[in-house]
């Protein structure tokens, strides 16, 4: 049924006015119950029902418009004048005044308080209370806090078989990696299945190395190219020169040919400054020194055979240990050897047999670290046996200065790059020596023990605040030294320079006189 | 009377005095050497000032009293002597 009502109207009664009347309703539907419907309903007895009989409420937020503050002061530009006197009229106010000068309170009150003013004002008359002494003068840093050294990191080998950290190489850029080699030294006693791997950390991340670099035969010793950070150079365990590049992977991106390397561990390789920055030279204990470059790394372009008595004898040549470098006297090199003699070499040298200038022997043993100081590259520190020796290149018979004899070891040895009186040294029972020749001859000015098994190597930053020093297990720690021993101290440089120059020739002096010439440190 | 005029007027006769003041407890100028508005400036502020100076010195003693304040500028030095009514304020500048 459609429910429909239509109303009509002319169009003509549009528009007119309305006109009510009532009317009784009128029905105009209808619908009326259907009983069927109610089977499909069930009556619901009992029935539940919650009812509230408390106040109906509602909840709105509201939240006021910010009052915006602000600090200001506030200048008054008139007293607080009481309220029959006004301001503006300058009679009142001098009449006010005037009452109050009368008042005899006002008069004690001022007289006392003249007096203390007086006094004040005569003070700062007399003298400026608030001068400066000593004002030019310029501010002392006096570090009264006592040297100290402290562990910031530590990085295990993640290997099983430990193997020993044998040599450290910073990065040339910002120094936050580091390049450590590791390998076993023991002559044919590596353990099998050891990895040959080395790697270089971050020193953010101590848990995992950055990268792992792979060589064919564990790495003796690596270095990181000064000129381009991405070429690192490794000398392995059999005797050859390996070459890696960082943004290509950890495989050997060169290598040298086996029959032209060196028969022995290479235990010293060093780059060499040069306009390609592709040359490095590297020694090793077969007696040889060669001079490679990475470019056409299959054959060294130089060899020189360390041979003291000059006749180029593979047989009598002396073992090398440790090598030396340094780029401000780019024709020199020394080597320190097995024999404990060390020898400097000229490489510009035109007969082979010239290339050997001089030697120093003094030590007992093997020298395990050759440095020359980086601030007076004359006089060098050498290490090895149970002492460390600083020696002068003009005196050729004796070290200039020594270390007393140790109860152990003494593995590496470095100058300090930024204190020239300053350098580290490690030995065979896990210790860490920190030596201050201004400071203290007799003994170390610090000495930390860093672990329970013998430290290898030894590596110094170039800002002198942190060393990274290799342990037998294959932990390289990280310290940081206290700013004692890392900032130049006032007047070191002249008084540092004064005894390299002066004790040689007291040396020579005393020695020539029969004297008991006995300088230890 | 005289006294007072003598006492300030020495006061303001010492080498390197900028300025004298004396300033009721309201902040009216009873006697100053400076403008008004300088005045009434320098006894608004150094009021307060004198106010907190006196109640940490109470606070940390209460048997200590302040006898005097003196700020130390790059320019000048104020010395403030106050009482429990008047301030006496010199401005001075002394000669280095």
Not at chain 1, 239 to 262: N, P, Y
Not at chain 2, 4 to 19: A, D, F, N, P, Y
Not at chain 2, 40 to 67: E, F
Request: include cysteine; proline fraction near 5%; hydrophobic fraction near 35%.
């Amino acid at each position: 049924m459609e429910i429909v009502y239509v109303y009509l109207k002319k169009r003509s009664e549009f528009g007119k006015q309305c006109n009510f009347s009532d009317r009784p309703a009128d029905l105009n539907v209808d619908i009326l119950p259907n009983p069927k419907l109610a089977a499909q309903f069930v009556e619901r007895n009992p029935v539940d029902m919650g009812i509230q009989c408390s106040v109906s409420m509602s909840e709105h937020e509201a939240n006021t418009e910010r009052f915006e503050m602000e600090t200001r002061g506030v200048n008054h530009i008139e007293g607080g004048w009481p309220k029959d006197v006004n301001p503006l009229e300058l009679e009142q106010t001098i009449r006010f005044r005037k009452k109050v000068e009368k008042d005899e309170n006002y008069i004690n009150t001022i007289t006392q308080l003249g007096v203390i003013m007086e006094h004040c004002i005569k003070q700062n008359n007399a003298i400026d209370i608030y001068e400066e002494y000593f004002d030019d003068e310029e501010e002392v840093e006096v570090t009264e806090e006592a040297s100290s050294a402290k562990t910031i990191n530590v990085f295990r080998d993640p290997q099983e078989i430990k193997r020993t950290a044998t040599h450290l190489s910073w990065h040339p850029d910002g120094n936050r990696k580091l390049a450590v080699a590791y390998s076993c030294l023991d002559f044919q006693r590596a353990p099998m299945g050891m990895s040959h791997d080395s790697y270089v950390w971050d020193l953010e991340n101590p848990n995992r190395p950055e990268m792992a670099l792979k060589p064919s035969s564990p790495l003796v010793t690596v270095e990181y190219n000064p000129k381009d950070s991405h070429v690192i150079l490794g000398g392995c365990y059999n005797g050859q020169i390996a070459c890696w590049d960082t943004r290509k992977g950890s495989l050997v991106a060169e290598l040298s040919t086996i029959e032209f390397s060196h028969r022995d561990p290479v235990y010293g390789s060093i780059w060499l400054q040069s306009k390609t920055g592709t040359e490095c030279f590297s020694a090793s204990t077969d007696g040889q020194v060669m001079w490679w470059d990475i470019r056409k790394i299959s054959e060294p372009t130089e060899v020189v055979i360390l041979d003291i008595t000059k006749k180029e004898q593979l047989e009598n040549a002396l073992g090398a240990i440790s090598l030396e470098f340094e780029s401000t006297l780019p024709t020199k090199f020394m080597v320190g050897t097995e024999q404990g003699i060390v020898i400097s070499c000229n490489r510009k040298a035109k007969t082979p047999a010239e290339k050997i200038v001089c030697t120093f022997s003094g030590h007992h043993g093997p020298i395990y670290a050759l440095q020359r100081n980086p601030f007076y590259p004359k006089n060098f520190l050498t290490v090895g046996d149970w002492t460390a020796r600083i020696w002068s290149e003009d005196s050729r018979e004796s070290s200039i200065m020594w270390t007393k004899y140790h109860m152990a070891y003494l593995t590496d040895g470095a100058w300090s790059p930024v204190r020239p009186a300053v350098f580290f040294t490690t030995k065979m029972d896990g210790t860490l020596d920190i030596w201050d020749v201004m400071f203290k001859h007799s003994d170390p000015a610090l000495s930390l023990k860093v672990c329970d098994e013998a430290l290898f190597c030894l590596r110094v930053q170039d800002n002198g605040c942190l060393i990274a020093c290799g342990s037998q297990r294959g932990t390289t720690t990280l310290l940081e030294v206290s700013s004692g021993l890392s900032t130049l101290q006032r007047n070191e440089k002249n008084i540092a320079s004064s005894p390299w120059v002066q004790t040689p020739v007291l040396h020579v002096v005393l020695r020539l006189s029969r004297g008991l010439l006995q300088r230890p440190l | 009377m005289t006294e007072v005029e003598e006492t300030l007027k020495r006061i303001q006769s010492h080498k390197g005095v900028i300025g004298t003041m004396v300033v009721n407890a309201e902040g009216i100028p009873i006697r100053t050497t400076l403008d008004n508005s300088t005045t009434v400036q320098y006894a608004g502020l150094l009021h307060q000032l004198t106010m907190k100076a006196r109640s940490t010195i109470r606070d940390i003693d209460p048997q200590n009293d302040l006898t005097f304040l003196r700020i130390r500028s790059k320019k000048h030095e104020i010395m403030v002597a106050p009482d429990k009514e008047y301030l006496l304020i010199v401005i001075q500048n002394p000669c280095e």
